[in-house]
């Protein structure tokens, strides 16, 4: 059994990392820490864990960290780089489902975080937890930085056209659509109910924290270096839905190509990337609930434009799900462990 | 591995069956019958179950139900009761979903579905599946009448108090708030979004089928017979939501009673009845997409009023959760197999 | 033109008062006061009143009400009974959309909310303001309660019965769902998107500060005084909507009584009642940003219980509409003026 | 007053057009025909409309439609194109709200809409309803052509752009999100509350109607003729709101400009076009239930990609509310009479 401990677990993600790993059959969890709600039963705060999870929730301090084998951090940004370089001496892995390293570029991550990084060293050594494209690098890591919703919905999406070098990357856009989930459990006028229900809205036009995220993505499957980069427009908006996240991209190819082919073969061996037929238009639903992406590409009348429909549910591949798809990495076991469930629809 | 049939699959409960069934591991799926969409795959219809359910619908005259060791009747009202006899006796046990051998009083039966029933005598066998009440008698069925969604939710709501006699039943209010997919999947008009979202209004009033069956099992519990009966009076409501009943109970103590020791007792080894603590408001996602009732009884100021509040998931444990572990019973296996994830929240 | 002023209007009910207000032909906005906001265009803070509404908010010194000539508080509770003996001194009339007003036993209102009162005595002048029974003493008032949203459509809906003498007073259920706009615009996780969609919850069943103000209108109506009171059980419940009550109330005839005609009779002059034909079933959105009433009346199999359902608007009849409906006629206006905007459906 | 009539009024752009003609002062609603429905009072139907409107559907036979001023078809396409000479002939002005009149070209529409045009004449008569553009053609004319609800939301949203000839016309994007009520009030699973709601899909991404009226009124803005046209690509979502549209543009520049200024320019006369300060982002509740557009113009850090956030009601400004906005024109009234209510929010 492996040893799991959760750093800052009164979050949607902590809580979907909790329903996921009391569910896995090689997980034991050691501790969930809440320095406010110390002391707190986790079933008492989240009533649909009653009767399973019978921890309660405690300080940093108290929770024996380092005895465990993988610390999760479902923490908000600016948490983990503070407390990850000692677990990493105490021998346990690190799994940050926040942003603290993701970002290569220290000098870009401080500009969109708005603060200094306490340990860049440590971002160097991060592997980018998404699975689909660096496999062998997370088998072998120590500390994982797992992608942002967003990112891994676009990246999916984008992956088969780029790495395949087969459209022009000058000009990309992706027009994203997130449930209100995807904000977190933070309060907030503009998540309430009664102001995000039956409405619709982008936001962060002129800039959003997953924007160099996923254009490092991208230039990294372009092969680019340097100043050289993908033209990128990222667009995210919030839809009345709990939980999905929706992107839909648009491209030109540069050439010829069977789309539909080039997806299903790339891929192929993926457990939780499914293509869906040509013509096929995917619903967030389909996903809900589950580590599954489903994707759709189109070319609309046959043009040169290509249109990447691509689904996940933010909580699940979009955070603690493909957390867990990385620590099943780390530990050796099959990738998809304690991940098989299907998706809740209707 | 016991082999299931399942007869119309092409409604929210089947495909709720589906993924049950299909994620259960003593379950081989061997054919399910739609006459309409024979030859399609079900994934194609559901698309969810996409990579996990390889069936496609067939003919009842195709699938090979005989074979079967258990058929679930996923159907409209009046069809298993003409399919039933023949399963039976080719030693196949049945599991009917809708309301064919719910009620044990043919006229009573007859006035409220609109038509002649064709095997009053297989109504007098048949088993009411709510195995919190009648574990018993399920285990040694051939042919279970799987209870409706609002007469789960409100008779495990007032099980206790009139079990133990301490109510006035001659006044009892079920006030009842159902999810949309209760409505099925049929198409109507008043279960469009634009006309069943953002609003809220009650229906059938006047009567509605689910009153009946609710009076029985009071009447059983009570020890009512003959002309005897509870007073009951049972209004639905329509509240926009996908899934979930909520049950909301008033009954009046005929004596002092600390009625949180008596919901906890009763329900003390119940794996699928969760009794809040006190002074507790259960939530509908609290059971989202899991099997679990959870159960919350006040005495507002300590009057002689009782308010029950009883939730669960319409699909699962209010139809197909409830009706696999009918079907646990019935073949000796762990009464939970199959049915332990956890509630799907937010 | 009325003058009018506007004391905290960064909640739902101020946003409400001003999209009425700014309609209202009689009606000069002079100010809208919000301390915290003071200087914002109150268009920045609701942007569907840009361009027609076009002052900022100011604090309340700045603000010159008692050049007004009605004030209308939109406050938390305990607010306008701190500022109200100033301003009628000053002649300007006082509607109070809170609670400081509405419960004439202060010890009663004391223990509800928590506080001392700062003038009983104009507790005493201050008049109830739901016309349909209190029409005449609205008239001539200098001070009016505005009801709470659960009390009109609770009070609205026993009425007829009540007031005919025909029903048991000792045991009336009211069952009572609310949009979650009902809770207003400030921060609470219970009210997140993510929290209170897609679930249903009953809350506060242990005691809600609108059970005393419903019990003493009803008490009203019987003619009950000192210690005779009519027996009252009152849950309230979260629906996912926006907008929207439905009360679903039920009580027990003690003579028979038609009563269908006896709802036609009692509400045939009103033009905010609308009493639907026998058989109905009246829902939220079909008083949708109005300011009606829609009731209808059952009973169930012609038995003894009666089943009043009745839906209001929170924000319009419970709320800022009733409070204009109370201005028109405190100035001697047509009661609807300014009111008679359609619903919105779907 | 004007007389008018509606012909098919049983869907929700029926029910809007009702809401809004029957608060219009110079309107007096004639008749209202279905022939399904004849003699069904139109309030049954649609409760919201109970004791304002008292018509009953009547048969088009039995529909004095000659004898009115105006005649709105709210039918489905392919219905509007038989019956209009009839009524043009008699001197009565006709409104279609469905697509006959929409496409220039008989080929191109023949081809979207599979079937043959019964009266190509009139399509080159008829003027495209969009007055922010067609103002001087509407006030002429006698057969609008109301544009439909993404062409209404795209091309006001890119008017100012391709009218100054400041972008890339070769590829323009339209991603477009839109209220479930946009399918009608037909009965189809796809748009059934469980199916649609907490969900979130494209469709039609192969080729959707709107996609030739959006291309052909974007050439007429461009002065494209012949084989010129602009490069479209567009991809229609369903997003769980009942009423709203929001589309998010994507172009690119070929000169520097001043985004800002050219929106508030070509719009400053506009009553129901509201272009949103520099860095804002208009929700679709921000329109609901009014006339308007709302208008937001980004360019993302500054650089040559322009992203235009526009949103209408998809019932109103969509389709209705610029239906009358038409007939104010026609009839020589003011554009907003009748059109001026506050949109409603939350």
Redesign the interface.
Known sequence: MIKVGIVGGTG?TG?ELL?IL??HPEVELIAITSRKEAGMPVADM???????VHLAFSTPEDAALKDCDVVFFATPNGVAMRQTRELLDAGVKVIDLAADFRIADIAEWTEWYGMEHACPDLVKEAVYGLPEINRAQVKGARLIANPGCYPTAVQLGFLPLVEAGVIDTS?M?A?C?S???G?G?K???S?????????????A???HRHWPEIRQGLNRMAGFSGDESVGL?F?P?L??????I?A?L?C?LRQDVDVQALYEARYAHEYFV?V?PA?S?????????SNLC?I?V?R??G?D?V?V?S?IDN?VKGAAGQAVQNMNLLFGLAENLGL???????
């Open positions: 949607y809580v329903r009391c569910q989240f009533p649909s864990l009653r009767r399973r000009w856009v027009d659509k449930g209100v989930s904000a459990r309060v907030e006028v998540t309430l109910f009664a102001e995000a229900s039956d409405t619709f809205k982008a936001y036009v002129p800039g427009t667009v908006h839809t009345p839905l709990i939980r999905g929706h839909t648009y030109r499914d869906l013509k238009h995917p619903e967030t639903r389909g996903v809900r609930a489903r759709a189109h609309p009348r043009g434009t249109v429909l689904v909580l098989t469930q299907l998706p809740v629809s209707p």
